[in-house]
């Protein structure tokens, strides 16, 4: 394998978090910061965020917007990020929202967090429960915490959690 710097090599998105550890406020502010400088076309920086910390009101919210099987283990992250993106050109925004959520997994692994970025929710709900902005569109929902024990999960999601990680050989991700 081709040198790769630890921030991304040590990366993963694990599932179980500890649910008694919390962000501290540096910790959140530097996690947005790192999301802030990303690169965006024309520095048009269409990204927005809501941040919800364990069992406050924004964090209820997006939790209640992931589908029910995500909620058993989710809810023991310390905090939960909705990544959002505006503008015209959906497409070139949602990609620039990527470069900031990306920027803002690699400043969390930076500080010994871990951060695992789901999809799969109700956007149209928690866009009406986080009382979102017309043309405000959430991406993204990002668990950002500290890790767990792995043997607290359930049974199903424990071999996925310990298991070796996996990535494509560089080969099969070249087109030509």
Do not use: C
């Amino acid at each position: 394998m081709a040198d790769l710097t630890p921030l991304l090599a040590y990366r993963w998105s694990p599932r179980a978090f500890d649910p008694s550890a919390e962000l501290a406020p540096e910790e959140s502010a530097s996690l947005l910061e790192a999301a802030r400088w990303a690169p965006s076309a024309e520095n048009g920086q269409p990204w927005r965020f809501a941040l919800g910390h364990r069992d406050d009101e924004t964090w209820k919210r997006i939790l209640i917007s992931l589908p029910v099987d995500d909620q058993n283990w989710i809810r023991h992250a310390a905090t939960l990020v909705v990544g959002a993106h505006t503008g015209l050109d959906t497409e070139r925004a949602a990609y620039d929202l990527g470069q900031a959520i990306a920027h803002l997994t690699v400043q969390a692994t930076a500080l010994g967090l871990h951060v695992h970025q789901l999809t799969r929710f109700d956007r149209a709900g928690l866009s009406t429960e986080l009382d979102l902005p017309g043309g405000v569109r959430p991406l993204v929902v990002a668990a950002v915490g500290r890790l767990g024990d792995p043997f607290a999960l359930p049974t199903e999601l424990r071999a996925r959690e310990t298991g070796l990680r996996r990535r494509r050989p560089v080969a099969d991700l070249l087109l030509r």
